[in-house]
């Protein structure tokens, strides 16, 4: 089994910053990749961003220049350093994560965090 636990979520003003936090715990011989993604009310759940364990990040168009997705490989945990944050970026923040659980499966499955909240305003 396999956790994923996201936290720093808040309410910020415009032009502020937040950094999140993804922590995967649990059952992991391999992570593959991590990611970002926001879900605003009454709207689809969007990517914002994306990294491989190697390090190659993508971003969605609307983050870019803004967020920097990173991680810690020893602390098998995922940051989103997001700046210059507007009110469009209000939303819910899932993380995501595609880990092979054990050296006697060759399977990936796909892990969701519970959400943290983000709200831009003043």
């Known amino acids: 089994q396999v956790q994923l636990v996201e936290s720093g979520g808040g309410l910020v003003q415009p032009g502020g910053s937040l950094r999140l936090s993804c922590a995967a715990s649990?059952?992991?011989?391999?992570?593959?990749?991590m990611g970002w993604y926001r879900q605003a009310p009454g709207k689809q759940r969007d990517m914002v961003a994306t990294?491989?364990?190697?390090?190659?990040?993508n971003y969605a168009e609307s983050v870019k220049g803004r967020f920097t997705v990173s991680t810690d490989n020893a602390k098998s945990t995922m940051y989103l350093q997001m700046n210059s944050l507007k009110p469009e970026d209000t939303a819910v923040y899932y993380c995501n994560a595609h880990i092979r659980e054990s050296r006697w499966t060759s399977e990936i499955n796909a892990y969701w965090g519970q959400g943290t909240q983000v709200t831009v305003s003043s």
């Open positions: 649990g059952s992991i011989f391999s992570i593959y990749t």
């Open positions: 990294i491989t364990w190697g390090g190659n990040g």
